[in-house]
């Protein structure tokens, strides 16, 4: 396994590949691997032939300095896992190698509308962040496949569109969450739960589920049951600020006519921030 820290050598090693015909998947990752990473690791095996993984906290995605620096970092037990799991190169570069004259100079990639809402709106610049550090990963790198994780939904939408509108080549395979076997969604962030906070948790999902079911039902009106949703877990000790249901394909609010929903959460406990979504399919 190859652990490269330089751009120059990196685009010598990708240059190399290429020349042996070889498809190159890359596993863009902010380190912390836990059994998601695994998940898309094992899931990029079947699609290509040298496995590229990125470990870069990025502090562009980053508009809360605190959150940036709880953010929790394990490299040399990363590299174990990856090792393992036989992963060809690690690419793991220093700020200074991805932004040499600071963030604030920095060209920036933005995709209009859906990185203005949402999570976009909570977090202002996050997704600007997002797509500028993945933009230059597929430049570096030039993957044939990319593969992203399904808890972050309106990043993976997001970077579909990119794809498409920047004319990339790349095609994006995503995998659906991985959870606990108590539902919760795995994130590096858990990690920053203390043990009180670990029990609440799993809650989330299981409030999502169930709000989920009764909008399938229909016996109340959308807007009661998000409501008494949003009450319950503010009960169990979160605090809210996304948790209703959109539009999957474009993320708008949905009409009653719409059939393919999904239901965002975006929740902080405690000081962790936790992330979660799941589809609804109306057949009435």
Known sequence: MLIIKKIKILYKTIILLKKTNKKIGLVPTM?????????????AKK?????????????MQFNNL???????????????????????????????????????KQTFVEVPKLSKILEGSARPGHFNGVTTIVCKLFNIIQPDFA????????????????????????????????????????????????????????????????TCEEIIKGDNTRKNIIHASKILLIKKGFSIDIFDVYNSKTLENSSENVKKLILLASVWLGKTRLIDNKKILLIH
Do not use: W
């Open 47 to 59: 699609y290509a032939d040298i496995i590229i993984v990125s470990i870069f906290i990025n502090p």
């Open 31 to 43: 380190g912390n691997l836990h059994n998601g990473h695994v998940k898309l690791i094992l899931l």
């Open 147 to 210: 593969f992203f994780g399904e808890k972050d939904y309106q990043q993976l939408l997001i970077i579909k569109i990119l794809i498409k509108e920047l004319n990339y080549m790349i095609k994006i395979i995503s995998l659906p969450t991985i959870r606990l076997k108590n539902g919760l969604a795995l994130s590096s962030r858990n990690n920053n739960l203390n043990s009180k906070e670990k029990k609440i948790a799993p809650y989330l999902y299981k409030i999502i589920k169930k």
């Open 66 to 104: 605190l959150d940036l620096k709880n953010y929790p970092q394990s490299f040399k037990e990363d590299c174990i896992i990856l090792k393992k799991h036989n992963v060809d190169i690690v690419f793991f570069p220093c700020i200074d190698e991805i932004y040499p004259n600071g963030i604030r």
